[in-house]
């Protein structure tokens, strides 16, 4: 009898128990996921293609007589001033023909005075009467002749001097010399295919670029503000999101579209005392176009695309839970993006949406914290498969 009632009792307590545990809900599990907050910021846009580096000035030295090349002064490499005498011709067959000319002159010169002489004596004669006025006029023009000749011999002289000149090979700008084409003691021609070597500026140095003519108006924007004199900065990388090699400023916008491609060049200079940039080198290049000033930005990660358009997921106050904010995107960045319909300091998720439902409940974590347990479960399905194999 005892035995019975205590199975009673316990199918009683049981019945009562159960109804309660039954009507308790299980607690929804909450998602991990990383937060950033909307920052209000300076955000530059940039247009962005392929360039090619050109140098300023590029020289191709080259001999302007026919001539026997003695010497090469200066080395493969080497960084010359303007001026500097890079090489030097023979010159004794200029040297020979300018002194010839120099003394014809002397014979023109002498027989020229003698003939003023005899002009002026002749002049009084003819004041007597004691020639005729023919003799004098002749005389006349035998002075004129020769003083014409004269003048024919100092150009002769002047032509030899400049042709003289030539046989000493200047630097006409500053800039590295090129590899040697032609060696001393090779005889040499202004019609010559190759010349003897290049010199070419590198500090400052140009690149040049091609954009689409769809941003036509943009640049003529940024034309304007050169002819203004402000800087409109450029750019240059090794690669997209590569290395940065140089920062520069635009000199100009080409005049005409190109009709072919439907593009239009602009051209930038950068000072490259470095020497990163390099003539003929492919670099990508970064024109700022505008400056958007204390624009709200989210991490690119945060952005979300659904059926009614881009949005981020929201953490809503201290309950942890999010809510989807339908956004509009004004710009956008290799690292964020400019957006509307938020407010600075705003918590966004950048890592975990794909959990996320509308109210979800939320473990905020840090990105380490985030990677750490990634690793983890990557680490434990790699084990997982091993064991299975």
């Known amino acids: 009898m005892t035995r019975t009632l205590t199975w009673l009792g316990i199918f009683t307590a049981m019945t009562v128990t159960m109804p309660a545990i039954a009507q308790q809900k299980p607690q929804a599990q909450a998602v991990p996921v990383v937060v950033a907050p909307v920052t209000a910021q300076d955000v530059p846009v940039w247009l962005r293609g392929i360039g090619q580096v050109k140098p300023q000035q590029s020289v191709e030295i080259r001999p302007q007589v026919d001539g026997l090349l003695q010497q090469v002064l200066v080395r493969e490499g080497e960084m010359v001033s303007a ?106 021609r202004p019609s010559d295919t190759q010349g003897l070597f290049s010199v070419v500026q590198l500090d400052p140095i140009s690149v040049e670029m091609a954009l689409p003519q769809a941003q036509l108006p943009q640049l003529q924007q940024l034309m304007q503000q050169v002819r203004q004199q402000q800087a409109v900065p450029v750019e240059a990388f090794v690669q997209d999101g590569g290395e940065k090699l140089a920062s520069g400023t635009l000199t100009v916008v080409d005049n005409k579209v190109s009709a072919g491609s439907g593009t239009i060049r602009i051209k930038a200079d950068f000072a490259n005392p470095t020497q990163a940039l390099w003539p003929a080198q492919t670099v990508v290049v970064a024109l700022r176009s505008k400056l958007l000033a204390q624009a709200l930005t989210i991490p690119v990660k945060a952005l979300q695309q659904g059926p009614q358009g881009a949005f981020v997921w929201s953490v809503d106050g201290d309950k942890a839970k999010v809510v989807p904010v339908p956004v509009q995107v004004q710009e956008s960045t290799e690292t964020v993006v400019v957006v509307s319909g938020v407010s600075a300091g705003q918590q966004v998720v950048v890592d975990g949406q794909s959990r996320l439902r509308p109210g979800s409940i939320v473990l905020i974590k840090t990105a380490a914290e985030q990677a750490q347990a990634n690793k983890a479960k990557k680490d434990a399905k790699q084990a997982a498969a091993e064991h299975a194999a």
């Open 83 to 188: 001026g500097q005498l890079l090489a030097t011709l023979d010159d004794r067959a200029i040297k020979a023909a300018l002194a010839q000319a120099k003394a014809q002159r002397a014979v023109v010169e002498a027989k020229l005075n003698v003939a003023k002489r005899d002009l002026q004596r002749y002049q009084n004669l003819s004041q007597s009467q004691a020639i005729s006025a023919q003799q004098k006029d002749q005389q006349q023009a035998n002075v004129q002749q020769l003083q014409a000749e004269l003048q024919s011999v100092d150009a002769q002289i002047n032509a030899q001097q400049v042709q003289l000149s030539f046989t000493q090979i200047h630097a006409p700008i500053s800039g590295q010399v090129g590899i040697r084409n032609v060696d001393a003691g090779n005889y040499v």
